[in-house]
C-alpha cells in the first residue's frame, strides 16, 4: 500500500514556474516506479515524467527542456519543477506510484493537483 500526497499547484502567468511536491507513505526505494501525470479538462491523462527506481528518467516531448521530475530520497518525497509554463499546461496534475512484486502490478494515485496557467 502506498499513500500518495501532492501539493504546489496553484494559479501562475505564462512563463512562469511552479513546484509540485509528492510526499509517500514508504520508502521511495521501495517503488519500482513513480511519476507525474496531468489530465485536462474534455482529454485524457497523460504522461508527464517518471523514474524507475533504477534512475532512468522520461519525459513527455511537449515538457522536455522546461520540466524536471527529481527526488528527495531521505524525504520520501518527488518533485516537479515546472518552467516556462505555457497555457496549454493547464490540468490536474497526479503523482503515481507503480508496485510489481510477486502479487502483480499494482497503480497507486495522489488525489490531484490544480495547474492554472493564465494571464
Known amino acids: 500500500q502506498v499513500q500518495l500526497v501532492e501539493s504546489g499547484g496553484g494559479l501562475v502567468q505564462p512563463g512562469g514556474s511552479l513546484r509540485l511536491s509528492c510526499a509517500t507513505s514508504r520508502s521511495i526505494f521501495s517503488i519500482n516506479a513513480m511519476g507525474w501525470y496531468r489530465q485536462a479538462p474534455g482529454k485524457q491523462r497523460e504522461l508527464v515524467a517518471t523514474?524507475?527506481?533504477?534512475?532512468?528518467?522520461n519525459y513527455a516531448d511537449s515538457v522536455k527542456g522546461r520540466f524536471t521530475i527529481s527526488r528527495d530520497n531521505a524525504q520520501n518525497t518527488v518533485h516537479l519543477q515546472m518552467n516556462s509554463l505555457k497555457p496549454e499546461d493547464t490540468a490536474v496534475y497526479y503523482c503515481s506510484a507503480r508496485i510489481v512484486n510477486y502479487l502483480g502490478v499494482k497503480d497507486y494515485w495522489g488525489q490531484g493537483t490544480q495547474v492554472t496557467v493564465s494571464s
Open positions: 523514474f524507475t527506481s533504477g534512475g532512468n528518467t
